[in-house]
């Protein structure tokens, strides 16, 4: 956990009553206004941010996760801070995800890893072309670079071949359409304009590299499944999202918490729940499909390239934070694992005892944390009227 300041753009979110939360003015301090940032983390991240979140609301009397003035997600948050801003009770998601009979979610494995064959096509297509376009270039070579080495010469042509492959391996057209039957089913708007709390959703435009907010003006008209989905669309992993002419990339591959988009919504304090930690082993046996092994290098090249992520997206946050803080503007909780507990997240997801685990240790270490926390920052708390409730056990599953 860390506390901190930040900058901004975007709009103000609106008040659903004169304390933001929907319920009428009470006497005593007014109430600060406090965002929620949930960055993605896949699967295990949800899990974790589920966890830390329904520890916040149990741990702290005026932490309510119904009463953010500003729910920002992007990635797997995304969908989390969605259901959040729609209505749906932490406790109800953290009972969902730890029963496996539980259908309130029944995301499956068919609805994220969907083969993009219409990318497949595209790319064995456009490698017949290539392939006519090369010979073309070997047959002619002569009078094109006489002198030139022919393994050179071969070698330029084969690059051809680079611009033929897919971009993606998987497409969320799946994930897309159950999410807006998840938001039609729970009583969840599928619209910006429509949700009882305001949400925004960052993602990247692939064309120009700039970030883009899905309900902030002039981008609150796109359904609230599809900009989630445009989020997810992490590179090599997924196809880029289309949203009417524009393709659309993860929402964290620049910002990670989006600070600025809290400050300029006029926020006080922006609580982080971020999953983003490296992992470090410690010399703790990791676990992998083919047995107990000693490194990370032994899950293979996608646990390598979450990790690499995990390391790039953990300093980014934290140097975002840290500018935050000396600007003194906005306060920042960042609630993380830490990192030899993020051994947890090499487990598979789908089983059940991993999935209990996770969601168990976020709870647990959460309303730890969050008791050392205030305790630190005693100022902070007596300014957002918060006070530590009496320690419980976590939800029953």
Known sequence: MHDAAGDGEGRAPHDAGANGDGRAPQDGPRRARVSLCLPGGGLTGALYQIGALAALEDGVDGIDNQSFSLYLGHGSGAAVAAALAGGIPIERLYRALLDPVDNFFPLERGHLLCIDVGEWRRALTTSVVALRHAIVRLTTRGDAAPNAPTQQYVLEQLDRFND?????????????????????????????????????????????????????????????????????????????????????????????????????????????????????????????????????????????FNQAMRIGAHARLHQDVGRTLAEGKMQVLVLEPAPNDALLFLHNPANLRARRAILEYAYRTTRERIAVWMEKNRAVVEAMGWHEARASGAPAG
């Not at 359904?223 to 524009?246: E, Y």
């Not at 006080?268 to 092994?293: F, K, M, Q, W, Y």
């Open 164 to 304: 033929s492959l897919p971009a993606g391996l998987f497409k969320l057209d799946r994930y897309e359409r159950f999410l807006a039957e998840f938001f039609l089913r729970r009583g969840i708007p599928n619209s910006f304009r429509a949700m009882p709390r305001t949400l925004r959703i960052p993602t990247h435009d692939l064309d120009s590299g700039e970030r883009v907010v899905f309900g902030a003006e002039g981008f609150d008209d796109v359904p609230v499944s599809l900009a989630c989905a445009a989020s997810l669309a992490l590179p090599l992993f997924f196809s880029p999202v289309r949203v009417d002419h524009r393709h659309y990339l993860d929402g964290g591959l620049g910002h990670v918490a989006h600070l600025d988009l809290a400050q300029a919504a006029g926020a006080e304090l922006t609580i982080v729940v971020s999953p983003l930690v490296p992992v470090s082993t410690a010399h703790r046996p990791v676990p992998t499909g083919h047995g107990v092994r000693e490194s990370v290098r032994d899950k293979g090249m996608l646990w390598i």
